[in-house]
């Protein structure tokens, strides 16, 4: 709903799956308190909060449905495009002369791939 309400359409979003626990933050208190880590623990390799309500699996699910219907949300996850939208989107910004950022020409194919057809 923030997404929604918040964000154009012509930005990117990166959806992740949980809250980076960074220590000696609130998160950090709550993720110690409620045995997700142990005070001890190096959190130099990220260690992402989920609340045990939602739980990771649905948390999941929720991010790749929220992404499936927003061409400009992306899980993050997904470190990088598909090699063939990549060709796509070089061969589009040269045929349109286009000098927008190539992220832009990507949410541009996205949307169009998400409503059905494949115009470029």
Known sequence: EFIDRRVSGEDMVHMSAGIRIYPGTAMHAAAIREK???PADDLSAPKFYVSP???SERLVEMVLEASSTR???VPSWE?????????RAASLRSLRGLDEPMF???LRLR???MEGGKKT
């Not at 470190?79 to 060709?87: H, Q, V």
């Open 71 to 73: 061409p400009n949300c």
């Open 111 to 113: 949307r169009e791939d």
């Open 104 to 106: 832009r020409t990507l």
């Open 53 to 55: 309500a939602i739980g």
């Open 79 to 87: 470190t990088a495009p598909e090699p063939g939208l990549i060709a």
């Open 36 to 38: 997700m880590v142990d």
